[in-house]
């Protein structure tokens, strides 16, 4: 069966430093990958999304960038945090045709001070 | 106008109630739609797929209405675990991702 790792679970992180936050998936090939931000109290924001090694979208112009080095990793950067990239970020993956169900990973808190 | 809209509640019901909700949805390309549930502070996890047809799954039945635009979501003989925001998601035509509601809060009371 397939699972989505991410990690860390929390992140506390001053403002103005970089991040790294990984997502992995194990027992599917070739998923198309997402990065979700929710910000407290409000709906799921689409960031990213990837359909293939190094094939990134953007949706929401920001001081984020995403990365995919191998098929099932996919990675949400930054070089300058800012307090507004609080929240819960959360990882998914779907089977790779346009209009599957995405599957969600367990997301990383990150609170900016 | 938000692409996919919730009433955000909370619904507060009895145990053993029957509950609704509605989310409305504005482009009419979207061609996939889901509920989600989200616990507190935990991620998304899926529910079930709205069928043109409507589907069940044991106490949930999902209803779309492409005329108005609109899926429910019924929950029957609610239980105190049913307690969470529920999220409906569209994706639309030639569009990977989905677009999310802001969610329905649920609190089911003893």
């Known amino acids: 069966s397939q699972t989505i790792h991410q990690w860390p679970a929390t992140l506390v992180q001053p403002v103005g430093s970089p991040l790294s936050l990984e997502c992995t998936v194990e027992g599917t090939s070739n998923p198309n990958l997402y990065w979700y931000r929710q910000a407290a109290g409000r709906g799921l924001q689409l960031l990213f999304y990837s359909v293939g090694i190094g094939q990134i979208s953007s949706e929401v112009p920001q001081n984020l960038s995403a990365s995919r080095p191998q098929d099932r990793q996919f990675i949400l950067s930054s070089k300058k945090l800012l307090l507004s990239d609080s929240g819960f970020y959360l990882c998914a993956w779907s089977p790779g045709l346009a209009g599957d169900t995405q599957y969600f990973g367990p997301g990383t808190r990150l609170t900016v001070l | 106008r938000k692409e996919v809209e919730q009433d955000p509640g909370p619904f507060n019901v009895p145990e053993g109630a029957t509950v609704a909700f509605n989310c409305t949805y504005s482009n009419s390309a979207s061609q996939s739609f889901f509920w989600y549930r989200q616990d507190c502070r935990k991620e998304p996890k899926l529910l079930m797929s709205?069928?043109?047809s409507g589907n069940e799954d044991g106490r949930f039945t999902a209803q779309l209405n492409r005329a108005s635009q609109y899926i429910s979501l019924l929950i029957r003989d609610s239980k105190l675990s049913d307690s969470a925001t529920y999220l409906c998601a569209v994706i639309s035509t030639g569009r990977r991702a989905l677009t999310f509601g802001s969610g329905t809060r649920l609190q089911v009371q003893p």
């Open positions: 709205v069928y043109s």
